[in-house]
């Protein structure tokens, strides 16, 4: 009877499991499914790289009146003086390393706990599973049952710091509407590339699905409240891109950094538009 | 003897579609240990494909709403000659079914002071049909799936067994009803279908819910399934069918590509706003009101339009008529050469309806034509037409308590069961048709079960008669030696179907004539002598080829109940249109058709073409009760009943 | 209309055994992969076992795997392949195979039996449920689910590892109690029943890494993942891991 099976224990089989049918290829897929987690896998690294380089190199980090949203806030006593810029020295002359560290962890964080990120990772570099029905490689799997991984429930209180981190970064888009000399009503490119960075940031951050729990997911009764319900509905429209908004906002926030460092660097001047 | 595994329960429900799980969810509030016995695997049934509603007067969207009015809606769908009892019963309670349903944990569509919402739907006054966007019939499945769960869960809890008062058999078949020497009921024959292998579960009291016989056709929206098996059962176990020409064609099928044609497009289409119309554009159902139906339905396309924002000051438009009329309407433009180019006619809502509002309140519709069809419902016009769909007749049942005339312990709900619909079903009247009738058989099983004093005892005969039956298509050789056919190859029960099918569409279709029906009954006896040599190939675990040819033998029964009463019946009423006769007789209304076995000591008299398995009796109608006949005008029913029946 | 062959592999065999057999099988106009099953029955093995029932993507009998995609037969199309293609249906891999595409899906309806029911408000009796369309319409989105089972075999945690199938209830499960959890009448709670917290503990949301395979293979276009699985991770973390909510929640059943 179909409803009286016991489940075979036969953990090293998977789908080549004695009770399955017996076929030998571990997948039949004949399209082209390694290419979406080898994208993914690409584009995280050349992040990582890019980030890890950036973050240690402890330079070219400001470009009045544009800081790199990778330095702020900026809390350590080491950090370059930016006016009106949001550096609080907390860290006294002991910290010795880059500054970009003491705040990077919440934002690396939130993203490393976030619902798409972990998708893509798990995908793109642990291969757990590379593709829908493509075994996975691995021997045993307990998933986020246990330690560490079980940690991904945190993701709600990186969800918290995040929110205080894009105000301070929007903050540092409205410092950016100086020019060099810290004359207030100019913009720049570097000004542009700050607002759409910080729009996409905002947009990222709240598309998360913590926040949208948080907001009104969590409610039993949306008719009793309805003013939740309309701040859910519209957080569940952002939701449903948050993977491209995981995206965008990674490449804008690289970008962002990129530019002040090339314009620290002297590669080029900020084009002024008034 | 024939030794194979026997069970005890106490009731045994045949079928787990809605009308099975609901009489099966009663029975065992009863106290009775009940199995169900379905073909399919638990919550697959047929009642899936139900999409607009479950018709209940609940008064939610219109206040005057009540039960004599469905009462009136269904006596007048159904041309009056439905079981009046029935057609009462069923508008009285079906209101608390549905009701019943939400303390289950059904999820309906809201109005907007949070009570469940009804849409209109064709023959019905106001709008009655509670629904889940075009999705209904699944939410009733899961439902009661989760009902049959929930009581399982309770009796783990005090057994720790969770199948101890409550078991579904999936995929199994049941072949045989399995009587005593007294002629009551005691347990039923089945084979498992994964394993082939055969087993007896012995009860007191059998519930057939087993849905209709739409694969004896060949156009249809009916799954594979629906091959009559409960009236084949019983048939053969002596009980009559009752009114079996009355045939339901949905007027809006599928009609391309050819692998889906039949498949159902939801009356919602029509019921939300959809409109019929020709290949010359003409929204022609104007052209098709019929004499009975001139006071309730618009004369202008733009009457029929105020109607769906005003009901109460305008009439509603004819694409809402009973579904006979609508489909022979339809019938009728494609055969007068203003069909489509695929031989249906144009159903629209792309430009009624803005497409955000399609998608939301047609989704799987949408979805349907999209996936199978590649057309754009909010784009472009459907393409649609007749469909086999259900059967009005059906096991003749009493109306109170389900039970099966002439078998003691038999009972049959849902569409298995003749009379609730008399000769043309209204849609939604379906659903709520399984909730109150299978209520009821479950109900009065149960209390049938426990007042037997002891079990009826399997006639063991009849056990191994079933077993020899059910293994016959393997020992299939060609003819029996000495005969004229000798050496022939088995036949392939696949073609046979095929043939039945074709047969039974072109000759007992939508538009029957006498000299067709002739023909199919000869082409029905020679089948049915090929059928016995319907061989199979393999062995017998899951083997679809030999469960095809096991249900042969009910969709030949069922097909010939169907051409023998449409011949008799010498009139056009609901289901039923002749050519030849193409008015309805009043004096045909008082008019029963029953179907009974012709030979019902020696098996099936299959093997001799001349006789048929099949003999037809007549009998009178109970007469309407005086309050009920009141609730109409008298204008309207001097349409319907004849002198007699309007003088008493 | 058009007609051409198609190459057709197809597993046959039992649990002792079995393998890819080829066929070539006529193929029309606007026809799906199961049509094609079918004519195979029909013509050339007529004891080919398959399920199915409504053949119209309303039942969700007829699962299988297509070129190792898991896809409802009746659903899929023939014109998404080539016509040089040579198509592979396989039954479902997740689980035990009963007889060529015929599995044993029983594993399904053993978890759905370990989800408590839905549980009626006391104070409520039939026909005074009131509940808006907003309420009921998160829930709804759920009860699309046809039960093809899809989910739960392309769901990694119990396909590449048997012995998951005892403590995960599979996505169509945590699915089911996320639907319960949101039902605005349901009266679990009151009854002492947290179903977010029993998600996490006895039903293995754990195992789940929303990797959004359920959610890329389910013919209804549910969003399984965004909209049952993660408001379900998220409501787990309510009870379990978060110190304020479960603060306020102490205080305010405290002040009533």
């Given at each position: 009877?179909?409803?009286?099976?016991?489940?075979?224990?036969?953990?090293?089989?998977?789908?080549?499991?004695?009770?399955?049918?017996?076929?030998?290829?571990?997948?039949?897929?004949?399209?082209?499914?390694?290419?979406?987690?080898?994208?993914?896998?690409?584009?995280?690294?050349?992040?990582?790289?890019?980030?890890?380089?950036?973050?240690?190199?402890?330079?070219?980090?400001?470009?009045?009146?544009?800081?790199?949203?990778?330095?702020?806030?900026?809390?350590?006593?080491?950090?370059?003086?930016?006016?009106?810029?949001?550096?609080?020295?907390?860290?006294?002359?002991?910290?010795?390393?880059?500054?970009?560290?003491?705040?990077?962890?919440?934002?690396?964080?939130?993203?490393?706990?976030?619902?798409?990120?972990?998708?893509?990772?798990?995908?793109?570099?642990?291969?757990?599973?590379?593709?829908?029905?493509?075994?996975?490689?691995?021997?045993?799997?307990?998933?986020?049952?246990?330690?560490?991984?079980?940690?991904?429930?945190?993701?709600?209180?990186?969800?918290?710091?995040?929110?205080?981190?894009?105000?301070?970064?929007?903050?540092?888009?409205?410092?950016?509407?100086?020019?060099?000399?810290?004359?207030?009503?100019?913009?720049?490119?570097?000004?542009?590339?700050?607002?759409?960075?910080?729009?996409?940031?905002?947009?990222?951050?709240?598309?998360?699905?913590?926040?949208?729990?948080?907001?009104?997911?969590?409610?039993?009764?949306?008719?009793?409240?309805?003013?939740?319900?309309?701040?859910?509905?519209?957080?569940?429209?952002?939701?449903?891109?948050?993977?491209?908004?995981?995206?965008?906002?990674?490449?804008?926030?690289?970008?962002?950094?990129?530019?002040?460092?090339?314009?620290?660097?002297?590669?080029?001047?900020?084009?002024?538009?008034? | 003897?024939?030794?194979?595994?026997?069970?005890?329960?106490?009731?045994?429900?045949?079928?787990?579609?809605?009308?099975?799980?609901?009489?099966?969810?009663?029975?065992?509030?009863?106290?009775?240990?009940?199995?169900?016995?379905?073909?399919?695997?638990?919550?697959?049934?047929?009642?899936?494909?139900?999409?607009?509603?479950?018709?209940?007067?609940?008064?939610?969207?219109?206040?005057?709403?009540?039960?004599?009015?469905?009462?009136?809606?269904?006596?007048?769908?159904?041309?009056?000659?439905?079981?009046?009892?029935?057609?009462?019963?069923?508008?009285?309670?079906?209101?608390?079914?549905?009701?019943?349903?939400?303390?289950?944990?059904?999820?309906?569509?809201?109005?907007?002071?949070?009570?469940?919402?009804?849409?209109?739907?064709?023959?019905?006054?106001?709008?009655?049909?509670?629904?889940?966007?075009?999705?209904?019939?699944?939410?009733?499945?899961?439902?009661?799936?989760?009902?049959?769960?929930?009581?399982?869960?309770?009796?783990?809890?005090?057994?720790?067994?969770?199948?101890?008062?409550?078991?579904?058999?999936?995929?199994?078949?049941?072949?045989?009803?399995?009587?005593?020497?007294?002629?009551?009921?005691?347990?039923?024959?089945?084979?498992?279908?994964?394993?082939?292998?055969?087993?007896?579960?012995?009860?007191?009291?059998?519930?057939?819910?087993?849905?209709?016989?739409?694969?004896?056709?060949?156009?249809?929206?009916?799954?594979?399934?629906?091959?009559?098996?409960?009236?084949?059962?019983?048939?053969?176990?002596?009980?009559?069918?009752?009114?079996?020409?009355?045939?339901?064609?949905?007027?809006?099928?599928?009609?391309?590509?050819?692998?889906?044609?039949?498949?159902?497009?939801?009356?919602?289409?029509?019921?939300?706003?959809?409109?019929?119309?020709?290949?010359?554009?003409?929204?022609?159902?104007?052209?098709?009101?019929?004499?009975?139906?001139?006071?309730?339905?618009?004369?202008?396309?733009?009457?029929?339009?105020?109607?769906?924002?005003?009901?109460?000051?305008?009439?509603?438009?004819?694409?809402?008529?009973?579904?006979?009329?609508?489909?022979?309407?339809?019938?009728?433009?494609?055969?007068?050469?203003?069909?489509?180019?695929?031989?249906?006619?144009?159903?629209?809502?792309?430009?009624?309806?803005?497409?955000?509002?399609?998608?939301?309140?047609?989704?799987?519709?949408?979805?349907?034509?999209?996936?199978?069809?590649?057309?754009?419902?909010?784009?472009?016009?459907?393409?649609?037409?007749?469909?086999?769909?259900?059967?009005?007749?059906?096991?003749?049942?009493?109306?109170?308590?389900?039970?099966?005339?002439?078998?003691?312990?038999?009972?049959?709900?849902?569409?298995?069961?003749?009379?609730?619909?008399?000769?043309?079903?209204?849609?939604?009247?379906?659903?709520?048709?399984?909730?109150?009738?299978?209520?009821?058989?479950?109900?009065?099983?149960?209390?049938?079960?426990?007042?037997l004093g002891e079990r009826p005892v399997l006639d063991e005969v009849q056990v191994d008669a079933a077993a020899a039956e059910a293994l016959r298509p393997f020992s299939a050789e060609g003819p029996t030696p000495g005969e004229a056919e000798e050496g022939r190859p088995p036949e392939n029960p696949y073609t046979l179907h095929q043939e039945l099918q074709q047969a039974m569409n072109d000759l007992v279709g939508i538009i029957r004539r006498e000299p067709e029906m002739e023909?199919?009954?000869?082409?029905?006896?020679?089948?049915?002598?090929?059928?016995?040599?319907?061989?199979?190939?393999?062995?017998?675990?899951?083997?679809?080829?030999?469960?095809?040819?096991?249900?042969?033998?009910?969709?030949?029964?069922?097909?010939?109940?169907?051409?023998?009463?449409?011949?008799?019946?010498?009139?056009?009423?609901?289901?039923?249109?002749?050519?030849?006769?193409?008015?309805?007789?009043?004096?045909?209304?008082?008019?029963?058709?029953?179907?009974?076995?012709?030979?019902?000591?020696?098996?099936?008299?299959?093997?001799?073409?001349?006789?048929?398995?099949?003999?037809?009796?007549?009998?009178?109608?109970?007469?309407?009760?005086?309050?009920?006949?009141?609730?109409?005008?008298?204008?309207?029913?001097?349409?319907?009943?004849?002198?007699?029946?309007?003088?008493? | 209309?058009?007609?051409?062959?198609?190459?057709?592999?197809?597993?046959?065999?039992?649990?002792?055994?079995?393998?890819?057999?080829?066929?070539?099988?006529?193929?029309?106009?606007?026809?799906?992969?199961?049509?094609?099953?079918?004519?195979?029955?029909?013509?050339?093995?007529?004891?080919?076992?398959?399920?199915?029932?409504?053949?119209?993507?309303?039942?969700?009998?007829?699962?299988?795997?297509?070129?190792?995609?898991?896809?409802?037969?009746?659903?899929?199309?023939?014109?998404?392949?080539?016509?040089?293609?040579?198509?592979?249906?396989?039954?479902?891999?997740?689980?035990?195979?009963?007889?060529?595409?015929?599995?044993?899906?029983?594993?399904?309806?053993?978890?759905?039996?370990?989800?408590?029911?839905?549980?009626?408000?006391?104070?409520?009796?039939?026909?005074?449920?009131?509940?808006?369309?907003?309420?009921?319409?998160?829930?709804?989105?759920?009860?699309?689910?046809?039960?093809?089972?899809?989910?739960?075999?392309?769901?990694?945690?119990?396909?590449?590892?048997?012995?998951?199938?005892?403590?995960?209830?599979?996505?169509?499960?945590?699915?089911?109690?996320?639907?319960?959890?949101?039902?605005?009448?349901?009266?679990?709670?009151?009854?002492?029943?947290?179903?977010?917290?029993?998600?996490?503990?006895?039903?293995?949301?754990?195992?789940?890494?929303?990797?959004?395979?359920?959610?890329?293979?389910?013919?209804?276009?549910?969003?399984?993942?965004?909209?049952?699985?993660?408001?379900?991770?998220?409501?787990?973390?309510?009870?379990?891991?978060?110190?304020?909510?479960?603060?306020?929640?102490?205080?305010?059943?405290?002040?009533?």
């Amino acid at each position: 009877m179909a409803t009286g099976t016991e489940p075979d224990l036969d953990p090293a089989g998977g789908v080549r499991g004695a009770s399955r049918a017996a076929i030998a290829a571990p997948h039949l897929r004949t399209d082209r499914w390694w290419l979406s987690p080898a994208l993914t896998a690409a584009g995280l690294l050349a992040f990582v790289v890019y980030s890890t380089w950036r973050a240690f190199a402890n330079a070219d980090y400001y470009a009045a009146p544009y800081v790199s949203p990778f330095y702020s806030p900026c809390l350590a006593e080491n950090c370059v003086p930016m006016k009106g810029g949001p550096n609080w020295e907390i860290f006294g002359s002991w910290w010795g390393l880059s500054p970009a560290l003491l705040i990077l962890i919440f934002p690396l964080g939130f993203r490393l706990t976030c619902y798409y990120y972990r998708k893509a990772y798990y995908r793109g570099f642990w291969a757990s599973p590379p593709a829908c029905a493509v075994a996975e490689p691995h021997k045993k799997y307990s998933g986020e049952t246990r330690f560490p991984l079980i940690l991904q429930n945190i993701h709600r209180y990186f969800f918290y710091a995040a929110v205080p981190v894009a105000a301070i970064l929007t903050y540092d888009t409205v410092l950016a509407f100086r020019d060099e000399r810290y004359a207030w009503g100019h913009m720049g490119l570097g000004t542009l590339v700050f607002l759409v960075n910080i729009g996409l940031i905002w947009a990222y951050t709240l598309s998360c699905h913590s926040c949208r729990h948080i907001v009104g997911g969590k409610l039993k009764h949306f008719s009793k409240h309805p003013v939740r319900y309309r701040m859910w509905q519209w957080v569940g429209k952002l939701n449903a891109r948050h993977m491209q908004l995981a995206w965008a906002s990674l490449i804008s926030v690289a970008a962002a950094d990129l530019y002040v460092y090339l314009l620290a660097t002297g590669a080029f001047a900020d084009p002024r538009f008034f | 003897m024939t030794q194979v595994e026997r069970q005890r329960w106490d009731v045994v429900v045949v079928g787990a579609g809605g009308a099975g799980l609901r009489a099966a969810t009663e029975a065992r509030e009863q106290g009775a240990r009940t199995a169900v016995i379905c073909k399919s695997l638990f919550g697959k049934a047929h009642t899936v494909m139900a999409e607009g509603g479950i018709a209940a007067a609940m008064g939610n969207a219109n206040e005057h709403d009540g039960w004599e009015v469905h009462f009136r809606d269904t006596m007048r769908g159904g041309k009056f000659l439905n079981q009046w009892r029935m057609a009462e019963l069923h508008a009285q309670e079906a209101p608390d079914r549905v009701w019943e349903l939400e303390t289950w944990g059904a999820l309906f569509d809201r109005t907007a002071d949070g009570r469940i919402s009804q849409r209109n739907f064709g023959g019905h006054e106001y709008p009655r049909l509670a629904h889940v966007g075009d999705r209904t019939g699944l939410e009733l499945i899961r439902t009661l799936q989760q009902k049959i769960v929930a009581l399982q869960q309770e009796d783990f809890r005090e057994s720790g067994d969770y199948e101890a008062g409550l078991k579904v058999f999936q995929e199994c078949t049941v072949t045989r009803i399995v009587k005593d020497a007294a002629g009551r009921v005691a347990g039923v024959f089945c084979y498992e279908r994964e394993s082939g292998r055969f087993f007896v579960i012995e009860a007191s009291a059998v519930v057939i819910a087993t849905g209709g016989i739409g694969k004896s056709f060949k156009v249809t929206s009916n799954s594979w399934e629906y091959t009559g098996d409960g009236h084949a059962l019983a048939l053969l176990a002596g009980a009559p069918l009752l009114n079996m020409e009355f045939v339901q064609f949905h007027p809006t099928g599928m009609v391309w590509p050819p692998s889906v044609k039949g498949i159902l497009v939801t009356e919602s289409v029509r019921g939300d706003g959809g409109v019929l119309r020709n290949s010359e554009g003409k929204r022609f159902m104007f052209d098709y009101i019929p004499d009975v139906f001139k006071e309730k339905y618009a004369e202008s396309e733009a009457e029929g339009d105020r109607w769906y924002d005003d009901p109460e000051n305008n009439r509603r438009p004819p694409e809402l008529l009973p579904r006979d009329e609508v489909a022979r309407a339809i019938n009728a433009e494609v055969k007068a050469g203003r069909g489509s180019p695929h031989g249906g006619v144009f159903l629209d809502v792309s430009t009624r309806m803005p497409a955000e509002v399609i998608r939301r309140r047609l989704p799987s519709m949408y979805h349907q034509f999209k996936e199978l069809a590649d057309v754009d419902i909010t784009a472009e016009a459907m393409e649609v037409g007749p469909t086999c769909h259900y059967v009005m007749g059906g096991i003749a049942v009493d109306s109170d308590s389900a039970a099966a005339r002439g078998v003691p312990g038999l009972y049959a709900a849902g569409e298995v069961a003749g009379g609730m619909h008399g000769s043309n079903r209204l849609g939604g009247n379906s659903l709520s048709d399984l909730l109150v009738f299978g209520r009821r058989a479950g109900l009065h099983a149960a209390q049938y079960a426990a007042g037997l004093g002891e079990r009826p005892v399997l006639d063991e005969v009849q056990v191994d008669a079933a077993a020899a039956e059910a293994l016959r298509p393997f020992s299939a050789e060609g003819p029996t030696p000495g005969e004229a056919e000798e050496g022939r190859p088995p036949e392939n029960p696949y073609t046979l179907h095929q043939e039945l099918q074709q047969a039974m569409n072109d000759l007992v279709g939508i538009i029957r004539r006498e000299p067709e029906m002739e023909q199919a009954l000869k082409k029905l006896a020679d089948l049915r002598v090929r059928a016995r040599r319907a061989g199979v190939e393999g062995h017998r675990q899951f083997n679809p080829g030999w469960h095809l040819a096991l249900d042969l033998r009910n969709m030949l029964l069922v097909s010939e109940c169907i051409a023998r009463a449409a011949l008799e019946r010498t009139e056009s009423r609901g289901g039923h249109t002749r050519e030849d006769w193409p008015e309805m007789d009043r004096q045909w209304r008082h008019a029963n058709l029953l179907c009974r076995l012709a030979d019902p000591t020696g098996g099936l008299a299959a093997t001799d073409p001349v006789r048929g398995q099949i003999r037809l009796e007549r009998e009178e109608t109970e007469p309407i009760r005086p309050d009920l006949l009141a609730l109409f005008e008298k204008e309207e029913l001097v349409k319907y009943l004849s002198e007699e029946e309007l003088g008493s | 209309m058009s007609s051409y062959e198609a190459g057709f592999r197809v597993w046959r065999g039992d649990i002792e055994g079995g393998g890819l057999e080829d066929f070539k099988v006529e193929v029309n106009d606007g026809e799906v992969v199961l049509d094609i099953i079918h004519r195979l029955q029909a013509t050339q093995a007529p004891d080919l076992a398959v399920r199915w029932n409504c053949k119209a993507g309303k039942c969700g009998s007829c699962s299988a795997e297509i070129n190792g995609r898991p896809r409802l037969l009746c659903m899929t199309r023939m014109s998404v392949f080539s016509r040089e293609e040579t198509i592979t249906v396989t039954p479902l891999r997740a689980f035990p195979v009963i007889r060529d595409l015929v599995t044993d899906v029983g594993f399904n309806y053993t978890k759905a039996r370990e989800v408590p029911a839905f549980v009626p408000p006391r104070e409520l009796g039939p026909g005074e449920y009131r509940m808006t369309q907003a309420d009921v319409d998160r829930s709804q989105e759920f009860r699309k689910c046809i039960e093809c089972f899809l989910c739960q075999d392309t769901c990694h945690v119990v396909r590449d590892h048997e012995e998951n199938k005892a403590a995960f209830a599979g996505p169509r499960f945590l699915m089911r109690i996320a639907e319960l959890d949101m039902h605005p009448l349901d009266a679990a709670e009151a009854e002492g029943l947290d179903r977010g917290t029993t998600a996490q503990d006895e039903h293995g949301l754990g195992y789940c890494n929303i990797t959004k395979c359920c959610t890329e293979v389910c013919p209804e276009g549910i969003r399984i993942t965004d909209n049952a699985l993660i408001p379900l991770k998220e409501r787990a973390a309510d009870r379990k891991y978060d110190p304020l909510v479960w603060l306020g929640n102490t205080i305010r059943r405290r002040g009533r």
